[in-house]
């Protein structure tokens, strides 16, 4: 069973579990896998951490995973792309398979077909500070470009985490609209917030923004085997 | 922490996880109170176990009990009405307390200022027939009706666990009217896939429709002791 590791934000959590259950082809309730998910809301913030200002948010992630191994998880998924910062950290505690959202976010680009060019990043400074997206997404031949106003997205990821969606969501657009005018032919929402905050302000999540969220969620449904309803 | 017996359906978990998240007031994540969701697909239909012609649930939901157990829940939710035909079955499986929707309900009733008129009921058949509202609402001295048609009623449940929503959100939208038509100053959405689906329809869930859901979520915060932000 799913184990998710959530509460990263809690809303984000949310989207990503509704993302789960719209991507599984299901009749009825019992044609759904099951998952067991924690909204571990304590967990320290993570960018604040990256960036030296706070405390370590590992030890908190830890003792989520340990409630989850309890219940009887058998793989599991972190709905925060900067809490990926501790991927490895997190999979040398356990045995059970961590999925890992940037494989999840290369094989979508590369099953939307494309191929080599700039890929635009909308994240947390946490995640881009760390680095997580441009070294693996390296392998796979894409470069990773940052936004012009990073302090505008971070200002966005706050005012969302906050519940002022709509107003982050005007934020977000600039940015990924001035991603776009520069040549990433793919845009990442590379922060679980930014899919909610960019739905709230109107825009649509079609190509060229991609979900990380839904990539994820689609990539826990393709290691349950349960077949994958395609995108609209 | 809160331990939510979910997956009845899995959609329906999510509206009640998001309405959890919507009714805490909080500016960061450390705001929110934690929990722990079990979507436990799996559990046999409850309607068809109520009206005879299913396995029982009942194994099920108190394996489900004992995973949460496990994480370490302390107090426990079903976003399911029908499932609380079992709720004193699982009570006594267990010391930690489970709330009970019903009277979650009641209590939103009494806080809207209704005192004493009928309540419209929309509910599987399982509900009805397990006669869950009525004895628990008629201590509070509220008296309920069935719709007209609660044939259609459970052709929309069974549509809104398919997905597809919008077309059970009408059906559901004529039994409602009927209720208020014939004199129900509140209608009480009591089976937690009849809000996502009257969403849907755009149907607006204002008064004097009562969201048993939104109920239950409220419920919890407040046995959690956290301010709950009042409905807008």
């Not at 997190?90 to 060019?117: C, F, K, M, N, S």
Request: charged residues 20%.
């Amino acid at each position: 069973m799913l184990g998710i590791l959530g509460g990263m934000g809690p809303m984000a959590t949310v989207d990503f579990m509704r993302k789960l259950v719209d991507a599984t082809p299901a009749m009825r309730d019992q044609d759904h896998p099951g998952a067991l998910v924690l909204q571990a809301c304590d967990i320290p913030d993570r960018t604040r951490a990256i960036l030296g200002g706070g405390p370590d948010p590992l030890p908190a992630m830890a003792a989520g995973l340990r409630r989850l191994e309890a219940a009887g998880a058998t793989r599991i998924a972190i709905p925060c792309n900067t809490a990926h910062h501790w991927h490895a950290a997190l999979q040398a505690r356990t045995a059970l398979p961590i999925l890992h959202i940037v494989e999840a976010v290369a094989d979508a680009l590369i099953a939307r077909g494309y191929r080599g060019g700039p890929v635009g990043l909308l994240a947390t400074s946490g995640t881009l500070t760390a680095g997580l997206y441009p070294e693996r997404l390296a392998r796979h031949g894409f470069a990773c470009v940052a936004p012009e106003d990073q302090d505008a997205v971070m200002r966005a990821i706050r005012l969302a985490k906050a519940g002022a969606m709509a107003e982050a969501g005007l934020l977000l657009r600039t940015q990924a609209r001035g991603l776009i005018a520069t040549g990433c032919g793919q845009v990442v929402l590379a922060c679980t917030e930014i899919p909610l905050a960019l739905a709230a302000s109107g825009e649509s999540l079609g190509d060229p923004l991609l979900d990380a969220t839904e990539a994820l969620a689609r990539a826990c449904i393709g290691a349950c085997d349960t077949p994958v309803r395609r995108a609209a």
